[in-house]
């Protein structure tokens, strides 16, 4: 993260929504080169609550927004990621990974099929060094960095009543897929999709009608403002990755337990980058992989705690981890020996140098609640 207090740190860049955040009260950090709301007056485990319960809206303008263009742009970005986009109707979307030869994950991605382009989000952390790599595959140009909009996600079980008042077509739109349609007279592309467990929708918006479309939304008696620092708890108890955390270069799709990301027609040795790889690690298990992890008590174990066995031998580490306000006490994600990765098996989480009982389990923590 930039800190705001080093002179020689580069300006932070501010979403189209940042005067709404400071009115709402919103307490600002910086996050991937942003100034982003960790979270509002209510507070982290409010918003969270809200969010399972109703609908809270979420500024994620900081992520990267790309069309990609040419008569070969599937076959093109395929060349790049494991998943199957031919297999894609129009409107129709994938969670994908950039990988790299040794089949480590580069980044993780959303990538939808438009009548002329592919339409992706990318992490704001990577967003420069995903836009050079696609333009040093595809050409420059072929790849359309879209500056001019912002992004809203819209979670929650009521956010299908909220955005329906405002263009009935939301409610009828599927589960992973997307369409251009008018809120409130401004024209967006809407996607059913989301990273919190939860159903809802993700919004891209002209950056200039952005705060309008915002307001809008948050008149709405269900709609409350949530903060990065909810939508972190809210991912973790689902047990999706965070990349730069549960993802990275050196970890495999395999070993994060994404093995359904690799579509079954792009199995073939070279089909793309570390794709060897990744198959033998199919074929054989990998020698580690992603858990959840249930401490005993109320410790929390953060990222880069060490994982260890019975007899006190590390055996991994902890990812991703803290206070799960829906399943009501600590969540820890890791990676352990594969060994030690069977649910229910004993290990211990060294959190300010003791050592507190846990035990794996599946996930996700909470159930998920996608549109089915």
């Known amino acids: 993260m930039t800190n705001p207090n080093d002179e020689t740190a580069q300006p932070l860049h501010q979403t189209p929504l940042d005067a709404l955040h400071r009115e709402l009260g919103a307490r600002m950090v910086p996050f991937a080169g942003y100034d982003m709301p960790v979270q509002y007056p209510a507070g982290i485990i409010v918003e969270h609550k809200h969010t399972r319960a109703q609908a809270g809206l979420f500024d994620v303008s900081h992520m990267g927004q790309v069309k990609l263009h040419g008569d070969n742009r599937i076959a093109a970005l395929e060349a790049l990621v494991p998943g199957d986009l031919e297999g894609l109707s129009l409107g129709g979307m994938r969670y994908s990974l950039f990988t790299n030869d040794v089949g480590g994950v580069l980044d993780d991605l959303m990538i939808t099929v438009c009548e002329d382009h592919l339409f992706l989000v990318v992490n704001a952390g990577c967003k420069d060094a995903d836009i050079a790599h696609l333009k040093a595959h595809l050409g ?35 589960f992973m897929s997307a369409a251009q349609m008018d809120l409130d007279n401004i024209s967006c592309f809407v996607s059913r999709s989301g990273y919190t467990g939860e159903d809802g929708y993700e919004i891209s918006v002209p950056a200039d009608q952005a705060e309008a479309l915002a307001r809008t939304l948050l008149a709405m008696e269900e709609v409350e403002p949530v903060g990065l620092g909810a939508r972190d708890s809210l991912r973790l108890e689902a047990g999706l990755c965070l990349y730069g955390h549960d993802l990275d270069p050196a970890t495999t799709p395999i ?19 570390g794709a060897d790889i990744i198959l033998a690690q199919i074929e054989n298990k990998p020698t580690r992989k992603r858990i959840g992890l249930v401490p ?3 410790a929390m174990a953060r990222e880069g705690a060490d994982i260890v066995d019975s007899d006190g031998a590390v055996v991994g580490t902890v990812t991703s981890g803290g206070f799960g306000p829906s399943f009501g006490g600590a969540v820890v994600m890791g990676y352990v020996k594969i060994a030690y990765a069977g649910v229910d098996t004993k290990l211990g989480l060294v959190v300010r140098g003791k050592t507190v009982p846990a035990t794996v389990v599946k996930m996700p923590f909470v159930a998920k609640n996608f549109a089915k």
């Open 255 to 273: 070993e994060a337990g994404l093995t359904w990301t690799i579509g079954k027609r792009r199995r073939m040795p070279g089909a793309f980058p």
């Open 140 to 174: 420059d140009d072929a790849v359309e960095v879209l500056e001019d909009r912002a992004l809203i996600a819209l979670q929650g079980p009521a956010a299908v009543a909220a955005l329906s008042r405002l263009a009935p077509a939301a409610a009828d739109l599927a």
């Open 296 to 298: 005993e008590g109320r």
